[in-house]
């Protein structure tokens, strides 16, 4: 027969060895994170405007690290380790800025994206910025959500049908506080989006 104190010594070390466990479980729960990369071109400054609105509402979801940097300063490195990316451009002559269009083109001639699809399963998501109410914000994010999809990335939309849009001239200059408002709703969505990937509801690799 086992003595009773080497019977709750043995006990000691099982609860011991169970709660260093939880613990483990806990820290690793609590270091997981995300990256998410909202990229944009701005002159006026109004694009810049709504991309700082777009990390707010992502810096919302807990556990989400959020990256702003104009298109010219990203990296292969900034992008293709990030889970999610939300690309703002303003609208000229009724599309994207020439900037943001090189910047998709870099993605493979300087980056090489292609024929991996290394941006495959990422989620993206767009907005934009322009002077007129019919100025050709929609073709602009459609354009940019487009390039996102040839990628065979995840798109998701909010703050509008195809993301997020301001009206900068006339009867509503610069960017007013609804608009902010739904810059913000797409960076909260499209991090919970990100989540549910890393959660592995869907393999962000083939």
Not at 92 to 112: A, H, L, P
Not at 186 to 193: S, T
């Amino acid at each position: 027969m086992i003595a009773q104190p080497v019977v709750r010594l043995l006990l000691g070390m099982i609860l011991l060895c169970l709660g260093c466990s939880h613990v483990a479980v806990q820290v690793q729960s609590q270091t997981e994170t995300i990256q998410l990369l909202v990229a944009y071109h701005s002159l006026s400054g109004n694009t810049e405007t709504m991309a700082q609105s777009v990390v707010v509402g992502a810096q919302a979801v807990p556990g989400t690290r959020v990256l702003l940097y104009t298109v010219g300063e990203v990296t292969a490195d900034l992008l293709f380790g990030s889970d999610a990316v939300i690309v703002g451009s303003p609208v000229y002559w009724s599309n994207m800025s020439g900037e943001v269009k090189t910047f998709f083109d870099r993605w493979q001639f300087e980056f090489g994206v292609f024929p991996e699809f290394k941006m495959r399963n990422k989620v993206g998501a767009a907005f934009a910025t322009g002077g007129q109410v019919s100025s050709g914000k929609e073709v602009t994010m459609l354009t940019i959500l487009a390039a996102m999809l040839g990628n065979q990335m995840i798109i998701v939309s909010d703050g509008g049908a195809f993301g997020a849009s301001a009206t900068t001239e006339g009867d509503s200059p610069g960017i007013n506080e609804q608009e902010k408002a739904d810059a913000r709703a797409l960076g909260k969505r499209v991090a919970e989006v990100a989540w549910m990937l890393k959660r592995g509801e869907v393999s962000p690799v083939r």
